[in-house]
T-cell receptor, first 109, second 117 residues
Framework: GQNIDQPTEMTATEGAIVQINCTYQ??????LFWYQQHAGEAPTFLSY??LDGLEEKGRFSSFLSRSKGYSYLLLKELQMKDSASYLC??????????WGAGTKLIIKP | GAVVSQHPSWVICKSGTSVKIECRSL??????MFWYRQFPKQSLMLMAT?????????EQGVEKDKFLINHASLTLSTLTVTSAHPEDSSFYIC?????????????FGPGTRLTVL
């Protein structure tokens, strides 16, 4: 079966750095996405990785290792507005997105 | 960036009635649109994939006669929840994608919160 695993909840302090991990087992791989979702809102796109390595975009970076079936989202200089759920999703061989359950990130002052 | 709208944003209806939700791509043509459902504190669950001009492909466990999807044009897809019941209360989100088998980012609508009394 297809499976995406990520922690249910994480807590971090404003101004700090947090790393959210995602491991996956899917039928085929056509890229991994990270989305941010605030409560009651639709997801918004953060990053896309299809090759191994680190993609940096401002305060957010995403890393992929295809051989390990592993990705992480790194958030630096955390702000209170970063409190949200972060969803990991993998595009499988049929170009369908397989979603993780999301990681709720709580930022404390 | 690409914009996807949904209407209505929220709807309250009586049990047994039908509700139609519209999903529009405002500044691009979407060959494929997706309908998701999300229950509180759970992840997105794909309900169906619709391609313009063809029948929708439903995920296992989703009743196609209950959740009617029409993708009549490259900018509009509709989801009709027929004979809604309280257990259908959920957050329904559509997304649109340009392209077919190539990677293309999915652009999400703002979602529709359905409450069935």
């Amino acid at each position: 079966g297809q499976n995406i695993d990520q922690p249910t909840e994480m807590t971090a302090t404003e101004g700090a750095i947090v790393q959210i991990n995602c491991t996956y087992q899917t039928s085929g791989f056509n890229g991994l996405f990270w989305y941010q979702q605030h409560a009651g809102e639709a997801p918004t796109f953060l990053s896309y990785n299809v090759l191994d390595g680190l993609e940096e975009k401002g305060r957010f970076s995403s890393f992929l290792s295809r051989s390990k079936g592993y990705s992480y989202l790194l958030l630096k200089e955390l702000q209170m507005k970063d409190s949200a759920s972060y969803l990991c999703a993998v595009m499988d061989s049929n170009y369908q997105l397989i979603w993780g359950a999301g990681t709720k990130l709580i930022i404390k002052p | 960036g690409a914009v996807v709208s949904q209407h209505p944003s929220w709807v309250i209806c009586k049990s047994g009635t039908s509700v139609k939700i519209e999903c529009r791509s405002l500044d691009f043509q979407a060959t494929t649109m997706f309908w998701y459902r999300q229950f509180p504190k759970q992840s997105l669950m794909l309900m169906a994939t619709s391609n313009e001009g063809s029948k929708a492909t439903y995920e296992q466990g989703v009743e196609k006669d209950k959740f009617l999807i029409n993708h009549a044009s490259l900018t509009l897809s509709t989801l009709t929840v027929t004979s809604a019941h309280p257990e259908d209360s959920s957050f329904y989100i559509c997304s649109a994608r340009v392209g077919w088998r190539d990677y293309n980012e999915q652009f999400f609508g703002p979602g529709t919160r359905l409450t069935v009394l």
